[in-house]
């Protein structure tokens, strides 16, 4: 049998409830994971709070997670690329990662490098392969000034270090109490909220060449559109982004092995680290998920089975 997360009516962090299972058979193309670790993102509490249900309604009894990191323990048909035993990290194929046993299509994953830790691997793809696509899609390159709103937590954190790789000047916004973590990952903190666009003109230099927004809140994508001339060249991930009101784009995700592969070749090599802020175990739902819903997460919270 096998411990999963599920909830069976919308609601918050307390209509959550383990139960205990047969473990999932993979399809074709797919291969069953033990999970050993597995991140948590705002999507899991808008799909169980039902905030998602026009364009995602739940299956009832509706699985959690999107993110892993575990080994192979069942291989489907059609699976020639990994075996059972092999240690990997990528998307479950549907929400499901938060369990001891979940279910991947094998062409999303790629082999976990043995130094990066469990809690780490299992927090990356999500968060990393949105950052990623979403710099790439602004045409974030070397030279550019590009302000991240959100900058500390999940994607935010990955975005800045992802740009500061590809060479750009980043101003990252966040609280007080996260702007020596923002300057450790090589941005310059500012404080957000009202007289945002002010504090970013004065350490931008003046101009702002992108903008990437994950926060969502009038204050960002007002600045945003203050700060940078090109409308194309501003994107926001944020759930609850008045993307009409200011004529900016919402962004999409864009996941492939080999965006991930190069995720992984940046964190091993020390130029993108997966901050996890704190790991629970499955039977600390409750808490983790409270912990999410409170929208002040540094870097990542995750899952971490033994
Ligand atoms: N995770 C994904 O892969 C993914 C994919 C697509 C879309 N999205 C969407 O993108 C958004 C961000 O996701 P996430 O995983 O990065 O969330 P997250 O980790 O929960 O974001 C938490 C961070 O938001 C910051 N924050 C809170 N209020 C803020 C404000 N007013 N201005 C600027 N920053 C603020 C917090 O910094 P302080 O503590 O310093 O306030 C904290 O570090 C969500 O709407 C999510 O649905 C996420």
Not at 34 to 53: E, I, M, N, T
Not at 142 to 148: A, K, M, Q, S
Not at 222 to 243: H, K, N, Q
């Amino acid at each position: 049998m096998s411990s999963a997360i599920v909830f069976t009516e919308y609601g918050g962090p307390e209509v959550l409830h383990l139960v205990e299972a047969e473990p999932p058979t993979p399809a074709e193309g797919q291969v069953r994971i033990r999970v050993r670790a597995a991140g948590l993102q705002p999507a899991d509490s808008l799909l169980r709070s039902g905030r998602f249900r026009a364009f995602m309604p739940a299956r009832f009894p509706q699985r959690l997670g999107n993110e892993l990191a575990g080994v192979v323990d069942a291989v489907g048909p059609g699976v020639a690329e990994f075996q059972i035993g092999q240690e990997v990290l990528g998307p479950a194929a549907a929400p499901g990662a938060h369990a001891d046993h979940a279910l991947a299509d094998a062409a999303q994953l790629v082999t976990k490098p043995a130094g990066l830790a469990w809690s780490e691997a299992g927090a990356l793809s999500a968060s990393g392969q949105t950052a990623a696509t979403c710099l790439h899609d602004l045409g974030v390159a070397e030279g550019d000034t590009v302000l991240i709103h959100g900058a500390a937590g999940g994607v935010g954190s990955m975005a800045v270090q992802i740009a500061v790789a590809r060479g750009a000047h980043v101003v990252g916004t966040a609280s007080e109490r996260n702007h020596q973590f923002l300057r450790d990952l090589g941005a310059v903190p500012v404080l957000y909220g009202a007289g945002l666009a002010e504090r970013v003109r004065e350490v931008a230099g003046g101009s702002v060449d992108a903008a990437f927004d994950t926060a969502g809140t009038d204050d960002a994508l007002a600045a945003s559109v203050e700060l940078v001339a090109d409308r194309s060249r501003i994107g926001t991930v944020a759930a609850g982004a008045d993307v009409e009101r200011y004529g900016i784009r919402r962004m999409s995700t864009r996941r492939s092995a080999g965006q991930l592969r190069e995720l992984v070749e940046l964190a091993e090599a020390g130029k993108l680290r997966v901050f996890v802020q704190r790991t629970f175990g499955l039977a600390q739902a409750h808490e983790a998920y409270k912990e999410l819903d409170g929208g002040h997460v540094r870097g990542k919270l995750v899952f971490l089975m033994s």
